[in-house]
């Protein structure tokens, strides 16, 4: 079956990083997207990998590993309006998207 | 600009009962998409449209139905709720099929079935 591992829960503090590991197994891979979405909002679109390495976008970069099925979105200079619960995905060989059940970062002052 | 429109945003309804969730996007695009979001689960796809006038089912299809009259409407009906079917439903769009990884969502509709 398919399947897409990320912890359930964060906490970091104000300021500082974090890192977010997403784990997969799918049949077979399109590309991996990481989403944020807020308590009782919509998810939105925060980045996405297809070739192996690191993409950055401002405070925000996540990482792709294809062979070892590894992603993970690094959060820099945490801020209060970080808190959120960041949801993995993938698109698997019929470009269907298989979530992940998503981590919830807590961002303490 | 909206974006994609859900109404609506909160039902309560008796078990048995039909229910159609509303969806509209004034973005232009091709593909939409519903998805079902419960506790401690990742999205599921209920129902997605490639195109107008085409539907296909997802991973979670059963006691749903949908229809694509035309590029900015989606509807997502239960013909006869169960309580299984409580959850928050997201509508969602994107460009076309190559692009079916961005996603744009809708604010949600948080249903519960009684």
């Known amino acids: 079956g398919q399947n897409i591992d990320q912890p359930t829960e964060m906490t970091a503090t104000e300021g500082a990083i974090v890192q977010i590991n997403c784990t997969y197994q799918?049949?077979?891979?399109?590309?991996l997207f990481w989403y944020q979405q807020h308590a009782g909002e919509a998810p939105t679109f925060l980045s996405y990998?297809?070739l192996d390495g690191l993409e950055e976008k401002g405070r925000f970069s996540s990482f792709l590993s294809r062979s070892k099925g590894y992603s993970y979105l690094l959060l820099k200079e945490l801020q209060m309006k970080d808190s959120a619960s960041y949801l993995c995905?993938?698109?698997?060989?019929?470009?269907?998207?298989?979530w992940g059940a998503g981590t919830k970062l807590i961002i303490k002052p | 600009i909206a974006g994609i429109t859900q109404a609506p945003t909160s039902q309560i309804l008796a078990a048995g009962r039909r229910m159609t969730l509303r969806c509209t996007q004034d973005m232009r695009h091709n593909a939409m998409y519903w998805y079902r979001q419960d506790l401690g689960l990742g999205l599921r796809l209920i129902h997605y449209?490639?195109?107008?006038?085409?539907?296909g089912k997802g991973e979670v299809p059963d006691g749903y139905s949908v229809s694509r009259a035309n590029t900015d409407d989606f509807p997502l009906t239960l013909a006869s709720a169960v309580p299984s079917q409580t959850s928050v439903y997201f509508c969602?769009?994107?460009?076309?099929?190559?692009?079916?990884?961005?996603?744009?969502f809708g604010e949600g509709s948080r249903l519960t079935v009684l």
């Open positions: 990998n297809v």
């Open positions: 449209s490639n195109t107008a006038g085409t539907t």
């Open positions: 969602a769009s994107s460009i076309g099929v190559e692009n079916t990884g961005e996603l744009f």
């Open positions: 799918t049949s077979g891979f399109n590309g």
């Open positions: 995905a993938v698109m698997d060989s019929n470009y269907q998207l298989i």
